[in-house]
DNA sequence: GATGAAGCGGAGAGACTCTCCGCTTGAGGT
DNA sequence: ACCTCAAGCGGAGAGTCTCTCCGCTTCATC
């Protein structure tokens, strides 16, 4: 998923490494903003800076990793949820997944979302990621029968999307309201 | 308009670097990306670090001033449009004034307010002077029966909104169009 | 003009990003 | 098992940026 170069795999170790100091920056932005020093991800992931450099030549390919990663974390809930759940609970649960998501690191993924901007290509990958994520969830729902016919993956899309924003000024109790009526509404009636 | 304390009124010399110094960085900005060095625009400006930093404590006040100008400029010009133009004409000059600033100034933008956002009573502020700018060209239009009666000025901001982010992917031509088709649709029938 | 307060400039402290290079370690060959 | 060497590592330090401090200058007032 990350790798280089297929041509020659990473070295083990280096692998180690370049996995460590993605989840150890996802846990500081998140904890800290986006603002903490890469030197202190080097410190807090046990590598030396050079490490961290090789890498990710600057500060910002660091941000685009992480981002790319939590996108593709979000991504990948989808197909995993299909395995467990039937698809139209699947469905629900990821939906509401997104929603948590985009309460929790508006903040945080705003800021990414406008260092990564400049260079968008990675911003088009994750677009197309999550897209495809969320066709083939509504798919399999839709297959079963238990959603509606005329609902596209964009649209959960974008319900996340709306949900989390309107949530994010309401209360707890609000949101699930919120989510409940629009889960209501993509059932078929 | 951007006053500090109006019990004692800034000293004449005080308040000439403070304006200069907002009009260059506004210009650096737009010229080389918000990542602009703080002492560069001091030197700029023709002022020693130590003036910059007294009148922007932080780095973040000046993004934020020069925003607030920003929309502040944007939000004037809907005045100054209904002293100099008919109502209708105002509001369609207004528009594509706001169109032409989205687009041209849409990365920039999305940076200054995610640096902005998280110590969001600017972004309030903005807002709102936006949108009172916004309601007054809109009812003032609305009073001579050029536009539709039921349009409200967050549409209009709306409108100009989408029609920027639509049209910055688009060619001129197109954008003219697009603003042609919404201003149509804006008059009455 | 004289005087005090408000404001100025720029040297420099501290912090951050990124580079460089000698040392270490993993992986393939024997 | 051991050898070899390219791949990878660490961290000192160069260069840059933000922000502070304080002696000097300028404005406003009398």
């Known amino acids: 998923m990350v790798t280089a170069d297929p041509a020659r795999p990473m070295r083990a170790d280096a692998r ?10 996802k846990e500081a932005f998140t904890a800290d903003g986006v603002d903490v020093p890469a030197d202190d991800i080097a410190k807090r992931a046990g590598v030396g800076a050079g490490t961290l450099y090789r890498h ?3 500060r910002d390919k ?5 981002y790319r990663d939590e996108i593709d974390g979000l991504a990948q809930q989808a197909y995993d949820l ?5 698809p139209g609970e699947a469905l629900e649960t990821w939906l ?15 800021t990414l979302k406008a260092s990564v901007d400049a260079g968008s290509e ?16 509504v798919k399999a729902a839709q297959d079963e029968g238990v959603i509606r016919a005329d609902v596209t993956g964009t649209d959960i899309l974008r ?14 109790e609000d949101t699930k309201r919120l989510l409940a009526i ?3 509404g993509l059932r078929v009636s």
């Open 159 to 172: 319900l996340g999307h709306g949900l989390g924003s309107a949530a994010s000024k309401a209360s707890g």
């Open 82 to 86: 299909l395995e467990e759940l039937p």
């Open 62 to 66: 660091l941000i685009e990793a992480v």
């Open 122 to 137: 990675v911003f088009g990958w994750c677009q197309s990621r999550l897209r495809a994520a969320s066709d083939t969830i």
């Open 56 to 58: 990710f030549p600057t």
């Open 16 to 25: 180690r490494n370049y996995e460590r100091i993605v989840a150890v920056a």
């Open 96 to 110: 509401a997944t997104h929603v948590v998501y985009v309460v929790e690191k508006h903040g945080l993924a705003m």
């Open 182 to 184: 629009v889960l209501d």
